[in-house]
């Protein structure tokens, strides 16, 4: 757990109907870079052993975010599209991910020219709730040839089956904060080992 934003969350978390966390005061519509910053630090330091070339991360919300973890890596970032119209060229990986929040299913897409077998792959993104945006991104990696040497989430939802089905996929997954559960009546965040300072 990242204390400093297992407090923030507490303090300007937003508990909605359906389940969801809204977090947009500070990560995912105002961004708070200060925080961010740390946040692109400890996925640096929870990665240090990993030999990484590229991140890949999905639009919208993980590109700030994927960005400055980037910083630490030095290393590209590469964001899959989400595409209005299927790609029949054949020059796209692409796979299907249905938002969690929205909804929908968006056919999203990464340019074959960016992703290739020689690429080492840090997976970032803001959510993890039921793992179909992480699936998909997975799906575009192993697609292409590339291995995903981790993935790096900043919040996990724990009620929900996505942290499982991708630890069980056999994957390295280093969530910052995962909550367990919300109450909406009272605005209190419950969250996995919160006592429990790294
Ligand atoms: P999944 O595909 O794992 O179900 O959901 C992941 C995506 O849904 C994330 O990229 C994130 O944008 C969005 N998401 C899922 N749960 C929440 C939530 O509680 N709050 C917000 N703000 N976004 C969420």
């Known amino acids: 757990m990242m204390q400093m934003l297992v407090d923030r969350i507490k303090k300007d978390g937003v508990i909605k109907h359906g389940n969801v966390l809204k977090v947009d005061s500070f990560l995912n519509h105002q961004m708070d870079i200060e925080l961010i910053n740390e946040i692109g630090k400890e996925f640096k330091r929870l990665f240090a052993d990993c030999e990484i ?29 989400k595409s209005q119209s299927i790609n029949i060229d054949g020059d796209v990986y692409s796979t299907q991910i249905e938002s969690f929040t929205h909804k929908r299913t968006y056919d999203v897409i990464v340019s074959k020219k960016f992703l290739n077998p020689n690429d080492k792959v840090l997976i970032i993104d803001d959510f993890l709730a039921n793992g179909c945006a ?13 291995s995903v040497e981790g993935i790096g989430i900043v919040i996990e939802k724990g009620s929900q089956a996505g942290g499982e089905v991708i630890r069980e996929m056999g994957m390295r997954l280093e969530s910052l904060a995962i909550v367990d559960s919300m109450n909406a009546a009272t605005g209190e965040i419950f969250f996995r080992d919160a006592d429990k300072k790294e």
């Open 134 to 146: 992480l699936v998909g991104l997975i799906e575009l990696v192993t697609c292409a040839g590339a």
């Open 53 to 81: 070339n590229k991140i890949v991360t999905v639009e919208a919300s993980g590109i700030g975010i994927a960005c400055i973890t980037a910083q630490y890596f030095n290393v590209p970032v590469v964001f899959a599209k």
